[in-house]
C-alpha cells in the first residue's frame, strides 16, 4: 500500500478545515452559554466522585498512556484478556432447586444457545442428585457454575467424582464468597474461622483437581444492587478479592493459584459508558492488586467477570421496557469485556420467568454476538477519548476507596465496623432521593406511567422449594439490603390497585385546565404524569372558558382531587374562587395548583389550595400524603 497517497489524499481532504485549538472551543461555549455558569451547565458531577466534561479532545489522553498502552491480552490486561476476539459465554440461570427439573431446563437452554449455566445446588447433597442435574449435558463444552451449595468442599469432591478424567476440561464455578454472606445475612454461617477456612480448603484440595474452575466468588453485584455507585461496587469488590488473596497465600497457596481460583461478578447497569469503563478498570486495578503478591507469571492477574444485567434499576410496571434496560446493559458488559454475561429475565421482580421472558434474555445476547458482531473486536472503546477518561476517572476514584478499606484493616474488618453498609447506605438514600424527586427517570415508574396497567394479579407469591430450607444465623453486624429502586413508588401503586379492589374505584383526580393555553396544556401533562405513578384515574378534560365551569365539571365528576392548571400570573384571579367555590361544595376534596407561584403562597393557602406540584417537588412524598389523605394507605 503507498502510504505516502494516503497522506495527500487526507491532507487534500481535510486542508480546507484548519485545526481548532481548545481555546477557541471554550471560547464559543461561552458565547453560546451568554453569561450561564459554565461549570453548573455543562460539567456533570457523578455520584461516583469525579466530574466528567462536556467533551473531551486528543489532549485530554495527555497522562493516560501509563496504563493505555498495552495491547489487547497484555498485562494490565485493561484492554481485556484476550488478543484475538472479544468471545464471552452466555449464561442462564436455573433457579428451581429441584436437581430434575433443573435439568429439563438446563438442556432446554443449551439447545437453544446458552454455553453456560447457573445451578442452584441447594439440593445436591449425593452423587444421584449430582448425577440427576447433570445428565446429558456435555460438560466439556458448558460452564457449569454452582450456587446455593450446603457445602462447597463437599459439592468439589462430587463433582471430581462425577466428572472423572473430565474434570481438567471442565470450567465454570463455585459461588463460595463468605464476605458476601456476612453483608446479607449479618454473621457468618458457621464462624469467621470455618467459614474462610473453607475458601482455603476449596483451593488446596480442588484447586488441581478442577484447574478450570472458579472455586471463589467475589460477589460485586450485591453492592451494585444495594444501592451502591459504581466506585463502591468496585473499590469493595477488589477489596473483598484482595482479602482472599491475603488469606490464600497466608495458607501456603502460590499467588498465582490463588488469582486464578477467582472469578468477579459485576453488576451491569444503564450507565452505558461508564459501565463499559468500569469493566476496563477493574482488571487494571486487579492486575495491579495481584502483581504485589509476584505470582510466578503475569496471566495469573486476568480478571475473569462475570456481567449480571442489574436489578436495581428494573420495574414490575411497564415490564417490558426491562427488555429495552437489559440490552443496552449486556452491550455494556460485552464491550467492556466481560468474560461471561447473563441477562435476567425482564419479569423476574413479579413472576417465576417462563419460557417466553428466557428465550428473549438468552435471545438479547445472541444478536449482539451473530447480527451485531460484538464478539469480534476486542477492547472497541479504545482510543475514545470519553471512554479512556472515565476508566481512568473509575480507576483513581475506586483505588482510594481500596485504600481506604485496606487502612481499615481490610475487607472483613470494614464489614465488622460496618464501614462497608453504612457507606452503600449513604449512597442508596442519595439515590431514593433523586428517584423521588424525579432527577432519577424510571421510565413507567416515576415517569410517563401507563395508568391502565394492572399488576397486581399478575403477582406470583414466592414458593419454597421442598429441602431448601436453611437456618439464617443470629445477625451480629449490620447488614446491606438489595432492593430496587421503584421499590417505593411500586408500593404506592399497588396499594391503589388493593383500594380498588375492596372498594370498587380508584382515586379520581379532575384536571381543571384554564387560561393560557400553552401553559395549562403543559401543566395538564405534567399533573397527568405526577397522578399517574400512583395509579390515580386522571380526567383530563380539554379545557374550560370559566372557572365556574371547570368547577361544575369537577363536582359532577365526584373527583377527589382536582389540579388547578394555568398559568402563575392568571392563578391570582382562578385559583382562590375555584378553591373557595369546591370547598364550599365538598369541603373533603383535595385542591392543587400545577405550579409554584411563590408570591401568591400563603394568599392561594388562605383560599383553601392544598398542595403545589412542580418540578421540584419531592413526588413520592406528596403522593404518599395524599394515599393517606384518602385512606389508600394508613
Not at 445475612?185 to 473453607?198: A, F, P, Q, V
Not at 444503564?270 to 469503563?277: K, L, S
Request: glycine content about 8%; aromatic content about 8%; overall charge negative.
Amino acid at each position: 500500500m503507498d502510504n505516502t497517497k494516503n497522506t495527500n489524499q487526507a491532507d487534500r481532504l481535510f486542508g480546507e478545515f484548519p485545526p481548532v485549538t481548545t481555546a477557541e472551543w471554550e471560547a464559543r461555549i461561552q458565547e453560546d452559554l451568554k453569561g450561564a455558569d459554565y461549570e453548573k451547565k455543562l460539567i456533570w458531577k457523578t455520584a461516583e466522585g469525579f466530574a466528567v466534561k462536556p467533551y473531551y479532545r486528543s489532549g485530554d489522553m495527555e497522562g493516560l498512556a501509563s496504563f493505555g498502552d498495552a495491547l489487547p491480552g497484555q498485562f494490565p490486561y485493561l484492554r481485556g484478556n484476550k488478543a484475538d476476539g472479544n468471545k464471552w459465554r452466555i449464561c442462564q440461570d436455573i433457579e428451581t432447586a429441584n436437581p430434575a427439573n433443573a435439568n429439563v431446563l438446563a438442556r432446554g437452554v443449551i439447545a437453544k444457545g446458552a454455553d453456560a449455566l447457573s445451578l442452584n445446588a441447594a439440593n445436591i447433597d449425593n452423587a444421584a442428585s449430582l448425577n440427576t442435574l447433570l445428565e446429558g449435558i456435555d460438560t466439556g463444552k458448558i460452564s457449569l457454575n454452582f450456587n446455593s451449595a450446603k457445602s462447597y468442599p463437599a459439592l468439589a469432591g462430587m463433582l471430581v467424582q462425577h466428572l472423572g478424567e473430565e474434570a481438567g476440561n471442565t470450567c465454570g464455578s463455585f459461588d463460595c464468597d463468605p464476605l458476601s454472606y456476612v453483608l446479607l445475612k449479618g454473621n457468618y454461617h458457621t464462624s469467621r474461622e470455618k467459614d474462610l477456612g473453607e475458601v482455603a480448603e476449596l483451593v488446596k484440595n480442588y484447586g488441581d483437581k478442577l484447574p478450570h474452575f472458579r472455586l471463589i466468588t467475589i460477589n460485586g453485584h450485591y453492592f451494585h444492587n444495594s444501592g451502591a455507585t459504581l466506585t463502591q461496587e468496585l473499590a469493595f469488590a477488589l477489596a473483598s478479592g484482595n482479602e482472599y488473596m491475603a488469606l490464600l497465600t497466608a495458607a501456603g497457596i502460590p499467588a498465582g493459584k490463588a488469582a486464578e481460583s477467582m472469578i468477579f461478578v459485576f453488576a451491569t447497569g444503564g450507565n452505558y459508558f461508564m459501565e463499559i469503563a468500569k469493566l476496563r478498570a477493574a482488571r487494571l486495578l486487579w492486575a495491579r492488586i495481584v502483581e504485589q503478591y509476584r505470582p510466578a507469571s503475569p496471566e495469573s492477574a486476568k480478571m475473569r467477570i462475570h456481567s449480571v444485567t442489574a436489578n436495581w434499576n428494573k420495574t414490575i410496571y411497564d415490564p417490558y421496557v426491562n427488555m429495552l434496560r437489559t440490552t443496552t446493559e449486556a452491550m455494556s458488559a460485552a464491550l467492556g469485556g466481560a468474560d461471561m454475561i447473563t441477562v435476567l429475565p425482564f419479569d423476574l421482580n413479579y413472576k417465576e420467568p417462563d419460557g417466553f421472558s428466557m428465550r428473549m434474555a438468552r435471545n438479547q445476547q445472541i444478536i449482539l454476538k451473530e447480527e451485531s458482531s460484538l464478539d469480534k473486536v476486542v477492547d472497541p472503546a479504545a482510543g475514545s477519548y470519553y471512554i479512556e477518561n472515565l476508566t481512568a476517572s473509575l480507576a483513581d476514584a475506586a483505588w482510594k476507596l481500596f485504600l481506604e478499606v485496606e487502612e481499615k484493616g481490610g475487607m472483613t474488618e470494614a464489614i465488622q465496623s460496618g464501614f462497608i453498609q453504612n457507606s452503600v447506605a449513604a449512597s442508596a438514600a442519595q439515590k431514593n432521593a433523586e428517584i423521588a424527586a424525579r432527577r432519577t427517570v424510571m421510565l413507567g415508574t416515576n415517569q410517563y406511567p401507563n395508568m391502565t396497567e394492572n399488576m397486581l394479579d399478575k403477582i406470583q407469591a414466592d414458593e419454597e422449594e421442598e429441602d431448601t430450607e436453611i437456618t439464617d444465623p443470629v445477625p451480629v453486624y449490620k447488614t446491606m439490603e438489595p432492593y430496587r429502586g421503584a421499590d417505593a413508588f411500586e408500593d404506592l401503586r399497588l396499594a391503589t390497585e388493593i383500594y380498588e379492589s375492596e372498594e370498587g374505584h380508584r382515586p379520581h383526580v379532575f384536571l381543571l385546565a384554564t387560561g393560557n393555553l400553552a401553559m395549562r396544556k403543559a401543566r395538564s401533562g405534567f399533573s397527568t404524569n405526577f397522578f399517574g405513578c400512583a395509579g390515580y384515574k386522571v380526567t383530563d378534560a380539554s379545557g374550560f372558558n370559566s372557572v365556574d365551569e371547570g368547577v361544575k365539571a369537577a363536582l359532577e365528576a365526584k373527583a377527589d382531587i382536582v389540579v388547578l392548571c394555568s398559568s402563575d400570573e392568571e392563578y391570582a384571579d382562578i385559583a382562590p374562587a375555584a378553591a373557595q367555590a369546591l370547598k364550599a361544595a365538598r369541603p373533603e376534596i383535595q385542591v392543587v395548583v400545577a405550579g409554584f407561584p411563590k408570591e401568591l403562597l400563603e394568599q392561594l393557602k388562605a383560599a383553601g389550595v392544598d398542595e403545589f406540584i412542580h418540578v421540584r417537588t419531592n413526588v413520592l412524598e406528596t403522593l404518599y400524603a395524599f394515599q393517606q389523605k384518602l385512606g389508600v394507605m394508613l
